[in-house]
Nanobody, 121 residues
């Protein structure tokens, strides 16, 4: 049973960088054929896939967010990270991490509980 837990600040000021951590337990983030993703849901809107880091460390990003998004990992801690730069209030959302199976478009078998991040001065 894989468990994912998001952590990070719940309030970020406009123009700053949003940084979140997803800690995985019960399974290694280097296990083949999984892609560890960040997905968000703004208030009143649907889920938006932001990007992923695969088991081999390769990354791919949503074209609409690519210029502002970076996903990295620390395999020694079984964690992966999201950085979103130059945030605006439109980046206010619940941010989730999830484990995607296989290749894009991923099916997700495990999700974190999500963390609310508000962008406000």
């Amino acid at each position: 049973q894989v468990q994912l837990q998001e952590s990070g600040p719940d309030l970020v000021k406009p123009s700053q960088t949003l940084s979140l951590t997803c800690t995985a337990s019960g399974g290694s983030i280097t296990t083949s054929d999984y892609a560890w993703s960040w997905i968000r849901q703004p208030p009143g809107k649907g889920l938006e896939w932001m990007g992923a880091i695969a088991y081999d460390g390769s990354t791919n990003y949503s074209p609409s967010l690519k210029s502002r998004t970076s996903i990295s990992r620390d395999t020694s801690k079984n964690q992966f990270f999201l950085q979103l730069t130059s945030v605006t209030p439109e980046d206010t959302a619940v941010y989730y991490c999830g484990r995607g199976v296989g290749r894009w478009p991923y099916e997700y078998d495990y999700w974190g509980q999500g963390t609310q991040v508000t962008v406000s001065s």
